[in-house]
């Protein structure tokens, strides 16, 4: 089923989303709210969608990477995969799983974009509806955006405005791409990134242990 026709089966207004993401994203503020060199608790939330459910699954790890609490969610998907409208979809059931926490972290790092989205990414909405300052770390970037010269810097197109870093953080390996959400710089969501990378891995670690949590529900509730 095309994009056309998933907006149809599901009565998507899609014109009324990007005016509330548009509307939303004026409310970001990519300036450090807080010290983040005295950060101690690191939280990240993997999703994962298996036919019509999906499994949000969420670990607060401490600077050695030692988990301190983990929590999931689980809930049925009521809305399609739009390009750009993830959030939409994975949103709720982000929310219900951090919720559940004890021990509210100080920075949230979630696979999606930040301000390197068109209009209001996955890692900025989940900022703003949480008030958790927050990263996005991308494999990939949107056709708006392009990379600096030196190839060190994302830049959106048509403004040439910075909007996050390129980062190597395996060698031989693609890069991936480093945005604040909201309530961080971009300075600082990069450098607490790169902190957070621990060899052989790719990802932040915070990402990769909850990438694994997440692995570790779906082989518990059984799903296919």
Same mark, same amino acid.
């Given at each position: 089923?095309?994009?056309?026709?998933?907006?149809?089966?599901?009565?998507?207004? $899609?014109?009324?989303?990007?005016?509330?993401?548009?509307?939303?994203? +004026?409310?970001?503020?990519?300036?450090?709210?807080?010290?983040?060199?005295?950060?101690?608790?690191?939280?990240?939330?993997?999703?994962?969608?298996?036919?019509?459910?999906?499994? %949000?699954?969420? $670990?607060?790890?401490? /600077?050695?990477?030692?988990? $301190?609490?983990?929590?999931?969610?689980?809930? #049925?998907?009521?809305?399609?995969?739009?390009?750009?409208?993830?959030?939409?979809?994975?949103?709720? %059931?982000?929310?219900?799983?951090?919720? /559940? &926490?004890?021990?509210?972290?100080?920075?949230?790092?979630?696979?999606? *974009?930040?301000?390197?989205?068109?209009? &209001?990414? &996955?890692?900025? *909405?989940?900022?703003? %509806? !949480?008030?958790?300052?927050?990263?996005?770390?991308?494999?990939?970037?949107?056709?708006?955006?392009? !990379?600096?010269? @030196?190839?060190?810097?994302?830049? #959106?197109?048509?403004?040439?405005? /910075?909007?996050?870093?390129?980062?190597?953080? /395996?060698? @031989?390996? @693609?890069? =991936?791409? =480093?945005?604040?959400?909201?309530? $961080?710089?971009?300075? !600082?969501?990069?450098?607490? !990134? #790169? +902190?957070? =990378?621990?060899?052989? *891995? +790719?990802?932040?670690?915070?990402? *990769?242990?909850?990438?694994?949590?997440?692995? @570790?529900?779906?082989?518990?509730?059984?799903?296919?």
């Amino acid at each position: 089923m095309d994009e056309q026709e998933l907006i149809k089966k599901f009565n998507i207004d $899609i014109e009324a989303l990007k005016k509330e993401q548009l509307n939303l994203a +004026k409310s970001l503020s990519i300036k450090d709210s807080a010290d983040f060199s005295l950060a101690t608790r690191f939280a990240a939330i993997e999703n994962l969608c298996v036919k019509n459910k999906i499994i %949000s699954a969420v $670990i607060v790890c401490d /600077k050695d990477f030692n988990i $301190i609490e983990q929590q999931y969610f689980f809930d #049925k998907l009521r809305f399609p995969y739009l390009y750009g409208f993830r959030a939409y979809r994975e949103l709720p %059931s982000m929310i219900s799983a951090f919720n /559940k &926490l004890n021990e509210k972290p100080d920075v949230v790092l979630i696979m999606g *974009h930040g301000i390197t989205h068109p209009r &209001l990414g &996955l890692a900025s *909405h989940f900022s703003l %509806s !949480t008030g958790i300052p927050s990263i996005g770390v991308s494999n990939s970037l949107f056709e708006e955006n392009e !990379t600096s010269k @030196n190839g060190e810097d994302i830049l #959106k197109k048509n403004k040439k405005e /910075k909007v996050g870093k390129v980062l190597q953080s /395996k060698e @031989n390996s @693609n890069p =991936i791409y =480093i945005s604040p959400g909201n309530l $961080i710089s971009i300075a !600082t969501a990069y450098d607490l !990134t #790169k +902190k957070l =990378i621990k060899h052989p *891995h +790719k990802l932040p670690e915070p990402l *990769h242990l909850a990438h694994k949590y997440a692995k @570790n529900v779906k082989e518990e509730l059984k799903l296919n």
